[in-house]
């Protein structure tokens, strides 16, 4: 369990304090670790050095560059990226050492199983549960995409079905209205800058079906006031998202 394994992990950073510990902790062993930095004001950067991680900085211009620019630090064969509110859990750990000593032919890139932390509990319904491409051969991924980046592999891509990837996005409901606001204003922009329209009907059903969905047809009640609090404001992003694209058509 502790021989060197032909991995490096990359992450990128700002103000990650609260966060990084518990994802480094989760790593598995004798793992390259690259955290690239935007210029945290926090111990961010000193904590990374305490786990030995090789610490770069570069101002943020935005995500798919930025980690473009993280990986360039990497030089093992694979690469697993993770954000610095994630943890892995110990069966991912063993299933990614088993994907790289036993490599499927053809597969050059695995998506993770990733479930959400949110306000407090780890949450199983409800649409929280995504596969991010994440374990990938240093040589063949590249990101694309200036705010949902996405990791782009020329060849297969498998799928890791041991062990969960735990995502504590938000630390309360107040940073998640700052994202909320920061996110729904910067995919507003880019349907402008891109000439898309958005049909009226989409406008009004969207963020009711939204709702419906994730709560009732993908059982979200069952994740229990939790579950009810992230349906309803993620319809709620549906709707503000619209808007904004709206607001921004009729005064433009």
């Known amino acids: 369990m502790n021989e060197p394994i032909d991995l490096s992990v990359v992450i990128i950073a700002y103000n990650e304090e609260a966060n990084l510990p518990r994802c480094l902790k989760s790593l598995p062993p004798n793992v390259e670790i690259i955290v690239l930095d935007s210029g945290s004001t926090d111990r961010t950067a000193a904590i990374a050095q305490e786990f030995g991680a090789k610490v770069y900085q570069r101002p943020f211009t935005h995500f798919a560059e930025h980690k473009n620019a993280a990986l360039a630090h990497a030089t093992r064969l694979w690469v697993l990226a993770v954000d610095a509110d994630e943890e892995l859990d110990a069966p991912l750990r063993e299933a ?3 994907a790289i000593a036993r490599p499927e032919a053809g597969i050059q890139a695995w ?101 419906f969905t994730r709560y009732v047809l993908r059982l979200g009640f069952l994740d229990g006031y939790p579950g009810y609090t992230y349906a309803l404001i993620s319809s709620l992003y549906a709707y503000i998202k619209y808007a904004k694209i709206l607001e921004k058509r009729r005064s433009s």
């Not at 590249?142 to 890791?160: A, D, F, M, N």
């Not at 995919?187 to 079906?209: D, Q």
């Open 96 to 98: 990614i050492r088993e």
């Open 111 to 211: 998506r993770l199983q990733r479930r959400l932390v949110f306000m407090g509990r780890r949450m199983h319904f409800g649409k929280t549960r995504d596969w991010p491409v994440r374990l990938f051969l240093r040589k063949e991924g590249r990101y694309e995409g200036s705010i949902h980046e996405e990791l782009k592999v020329p060849g297969r891509i498998g799928r890791l079905r041991q062990g969960l990837l735990w995502h504590y996005s938000y630390r309360d409901l107040s940073d998640y209205f700052v994202r909320f606001n920061r996110y729904t204003s910067a995919i507003a922009e880019r349907h402008m800058a891109e000439g898309k329209r958005v049909p009226m009907v989409s406008h009004i059903l969207r963020p009711w079906m939204e709702f």
